[in-house]
Nanobody, 128 residues
Framework: QVQLVESGGGSAQGGGSLRLSCAASGNPFSMYCMGWFRQAPGKEREWVALIDSAGSPVYADSVSGRSTISRDNAKNTLSLQMSSLIPEDSAMYYC??????????????????????WGQGTQVTVSS
């Protein structure tokens, strides 16, 4: 069982930066795939960035080059640094965790449906 609590959302001007944080309780945090997802009004929830237990990140095209996901397994925390913000980044951002999947090799899923644990979300609003 994992409990996730996000923080760091808020309002920003276009071109600005925000850092989102997620505090996790429960073990084993280090074994989980961790991800950031977002959902804008009237749209489906989409993945933004994922990081596996080894710390390897993957980014959605929409944020690639503008965002950095990181994790601290010793502190059970997950972060997302976003820069060069655009109004299209406005959404509720969620931290999520799940066990990795196993195919030819171990991997982190990208579908929200495959993630087991979710935080309550933190709102990000970017003005032009």
């Amino acid at each position: 069982q994992v409990q996730l609590v996000e923080s760091g959302g808020g309002s920003a001007q276009g071109g600005g930066s925000l850092r989102l944080s997620c505090a996790a309780s429960g073990n084993p945090f280090s074994m989980y795939c961790m991800g950031w997802f977002r959902q804008a009004p009237g749209k489906e929830r989409e993945w933004v960035a994922l990081i596996d237990s080894a710390g390897s990140p993957v980014y959605a095209d929409s944020v690639s080059g503008r965002s950095t996901i990181s994790r601290d397994n010793a502190k059970n925390t997950l972060s997302l640094q976003m820069s060069s913000l655009i109004p299209e980044d406005s959404a509720m951002y969620y931290c999520a965790a799940t066990y990795p999947k196993y195919g030819v090799s171990m991997y982190c899923p990208r579908s929200p449906a495959d993630f087991t644990y979710w935080g309550q979300g933190t709102q990000v609003t970017v003005s032009s």
